[in-house]
């Protein structure tokens, strides 16, 4: 069975940092590009970043380009997200999804993880 | 940035045929892909590629994409259907690929 499991979120103050793992199973990890999706309380899916299956392509949103940092461990079949800097709009569900393609220039996100909740308050 | 517009509520009897629309800028040259996701639950994949199902989904589910609309269409709509949607492509041109629409509440009535 496909699984992501996500771990690391939690309360953290603003200007502080954290870092988020998603753990994989069930699949080749290291065939696969995968993602982090973000949902703040009551919003909807906002992408968040992007890392290819050997890490030579990473992406971010704008909104936090330069504050987080995707990586991932193929020998682990873990993937990472460092949030460094954090606002108080960073607070969100947090979704590691593994991104599938036909054709290589169009991904869609299957499975999702459960997700993992980030509270950035003081 | 490339973006996705979906209207905030569509509601429909059981029974019925639901159809939520994501438009964008010729949409119709782009792969869209869409999400159920009920409260509590993580995302889903329902559609992707315009039309194709992942195994598991309903042949009740469908999709269409032309012109500057995409839609997803849930025939004979079922309790269990009402959920957010939210259609997504992928905008290779762009450094921040990953394009969500707002997402849809559809309420079974």
């Known amino acids: 069975e496909v699984q992501l499991v996500e771990s690391g979120g939690g309360l953290v103050k603003p200007g502080g940092s954290l870092r988020l793992s998603c753990a994989a199973s069930?699949?080749?990890?290291?065939?696969?590009?995968m993602n982090w999706v973000r949902q703040a309380p009551g919003k909807g899916l906002e992408w968040v970043s992007s890392?290819?299956?050997?890490?030579?392509?990473?992406y971010y949103a704008d909104s936090v380009k330069g504050r987080f940092t995707i990586s991932r461990d193929n020998a682990k079949n873990s993937l990472y997200l460092q949030m460094n800097s954090l606002r108080a709009e960073d607070t969100a569900v947090y979704y590691c999804?593994?991104?599938?393609?036909?054709?290589?220039?169009?991904?869609?996100?299957?499975?999702w993880g459960q997700g993992t909740l980030v509270t950035v308050s003081s | 940035s490339y973006v996705l517009t979906q209207p905030p509520s569509v509601s429909v009897a059981p029974g019925q045929t639901a159809r939520i629309t994501c438009g964008g800028n010729?949409?119709?040259?782009?792969?869209v892909h869409w999400y159920q996701q009920k409260p509590g639950q993580a995302p889903v994949l329902v559609v992707y590629?315009?039309?194709d199902r992942p195994s598991g989904i309903p042949e009740r589910f469908s999709g269409s994409n032309s012109g500057n609309t995409a839609t997803l269409t849930i025939s004979r709509v079922e309790a269990g259907d009402e959920a957010d949607y939210y259609c997504?492509?992928?905008?290779?041109?762009?450094?921040?690929?990953?394009?969500f629409g707002g997402g849809t509440k559809l309420t079974v009535l």
């Open positions: 999804a593994r991104a599938r393609s036909t054709t290589g220039t169009t991904y869609w996100f299957d499975p």
């Open positions: 069930g699949f080749t990890f290291s065939s696969y590009s």
């Open positions: 890392i290819s299956s050997s890490s030579s392509y990473i």
């Open positions: 010729n949409i119709g040259s782009k792969s």
């Open positions: 590629d315009d039309s």
């Open positions: 997504q492509v992928w905008d290779s041109s762009s450094d921040h690929p990953g394009v």
